[in-house]
């Protein structure tokens, strides 16, 4: 079955500079990868996706990249803030329409 | 319109009991997920709902995880005979149509504690 590695599992930074998450999978026939942002005490809520269609995709101060040849996607952050401290996943899609999430990235931003 | 919802926010239980966890999806999203998260760690798939068709129950641990759901409306995830191994966050998920590429909508979690 489908297999997604996250590193690093934790992250520090310092506010203003950026961040960068990356995640490998292993099941060529996934499609659609999603990133989730989950904050304390709350569910994860999607921030980002990128289909296999396109090789990078922005929204802000967010990006995401994918490289199937390679089978790794990256989630980056530029200009971080305090608000951006949080758990983010990455995930992939697989049979039977489920996701695949990977074990997670805490992110600290210091002031 | 609201998002997901999920009841209790927080269940604290002595081993060996049942537990009923539940879970108001998206109105008309016909897709419903369960996930365990276990403290500081990923999600973990356990069951999938879509619309009528028989449930993908590959992710349970064991048979003392069972889900149900009301067509597709409210569904409820039971754990019985609760062991300390099941203490963790149990999330849910709706989607709208459950295709490979729809996002999934989060609830807050019931945080389950088995002392």
């Known amino acids: ?111 | 319109g609201a998002g997901v919802s999920q009841s209790p926010s927080n269940k604290v239980t002595e081993k060996g009991k049942d537990v009923e966890l539940r879970c108001d999806p998206i109105s008309g999203h016909t897709a419903l997920y369960w996930y365990r998260q276990r403290l500081g760690q990923g999600l973990e798939f356990l069951i999938y709902f879509q619309g009528n068709s028989a449930p993908d129950k590959s992710g349970l641990p064991s048979d003392r995880f069972s889900a149900e759901r009301t067509g597709e409306s409210v569904s409820t995830l039971t754990i019985q005979r609760t062991q300390q191994e099941d203490s963790a966050v149990y999330l849910c998920a709706s989607s709208s149509s459950g295709s490979r590429s729809d996002e999934q909508f989060f609830g807050p979690g019931t945080r389950l504690t088995v002392l």
């Open chain 1, 1 to 111: 079955g489908e297999n997604v590695e996250q590193h690093p599992s934790t992250l520090s930074v310092q506010e203003g500079d950026s961040a960068v998450i990356k995640c490998t999978y292993s099941d060529s026939a996934s499609n659609y990868f999603p990133w989730y942002k989950q904050e304390l005490g709350k569910g994860p809520q999607l921030i980002i996706d990128i289909r296999s269609n396109v090789g990078e995709k922005k929204d802000q101060r967010i990006a995401v990249t994918l490289n199937k040849t390679a089978k790794h996607f990256s989630l980056h952050i530029t200009e971080t803030q305090p608000e951006d401290s949080a758990v983010y996943f990455c995930a992939a899609n697989r049979p039977g329409n489920k996701l695949t999430f990977g074990g997670g990235t805490r992110v600290l931003v210091k002031p």
